[in-house]
T-cell receptor, first 114, second 110 residues
């Protein structure tokens, strides 16, 4: 139990569907992250939120839309995805942004686009 | 973009053997973290190294940060099947943004 919970664990969707990934952290952290993990590739940082404000958006396509309603919850809204978007999507949190802050990861959502 | 290269990509050894995983970059990092990820789970932090030349030990795992803070190594002594997993290194810039390597898949067979 890492204190970071992601739902659903698995998601299969068509390219025209709209779905959302949810992340909840019970650690009292102030920073939250979305990463994409594809096979044999480094984790790609997608978005960073600090104190509920988006502080980083790494050139992610607009078909991915993050939302952070409070410091404990983070969502990733998905629409009209492409097959290359199939991957493991990981959420993480840390006490704050900054050097030497360990990140606590959830177990991810395995996303498959048909 | 700071690129982190991990080697080898895959390592299969017998229980009781030793192994070393390397993490190299041409850029300097403020700190470097090592994570282990098991199937169906997210990465779990093993250690953070901060000072050039620093050596940290975690039971049978020894982590070293290069003097120039550009590279790191992870050495496992007398590996056990429970050490099986994907080992990831991640370098932090001055803002704390992590750049991950692609990982080394370690398999320890009984």
């Amino acid at each position: 139990e890492t204190g970071v919970t992601q739902t659903p664990r698995h998601l299969v969707m068509g390219m025209t569907n709209k779905k959302s990934l949810k992340c909840e952290q019970h650690l009292g952290h102030n920073a939250m992250y979305w990463y994409k993990q594809s096979a044999k590739k480094p984790l790609e940082l997608m978005f960073v939120y600090s104190l509920e404000e988006r502080v980083e958006n790494n050139s992610v396509p607009s078909r991915f839309s993050p939302e952070c309603p409070n410091s404990s919850h983070l969502f990733l809204h998905l629409h009209t995805l492409q097959p290359e978007d199939s991957a493991l999507y990981l959420c993480a949190s840390s006490q704050s942004r900054g050097v030497n802050q360990p990140q606590h990861f959830g177990d991810g959502t395995r996303l498959s686009i048909l | 973009t700071q690129l982190l290269e991990q080697s080898p990509q895959f390592l299969s050894i017998q229980e009781g053997e030793n192994l070393t995983v390397y993490c190299n970059s041409s850029s300097v990092f403020s700190s470097l973290q090592w994570y282990r990820q098991e199937p169906g789970e997210g990465p779990v932090l093993l250690v953070t190294v901060v000072t050039g030349g620093e050596v940290k030990k975690l039971k049978r795992l020894t982590f070293q940060f290069g003097d120039a803070r550009k590279d790191s190594s992870l050495h496992i002594t007398a590996a056990q099947p429970g050490d099986t997993g994907l080992y990831l290194c991640a370098g932090a810039d001055s803002w704390g943004k992590l750049q991950f390597g692609a990982g080394t898949q370690v398999v320890v067979t009984p």
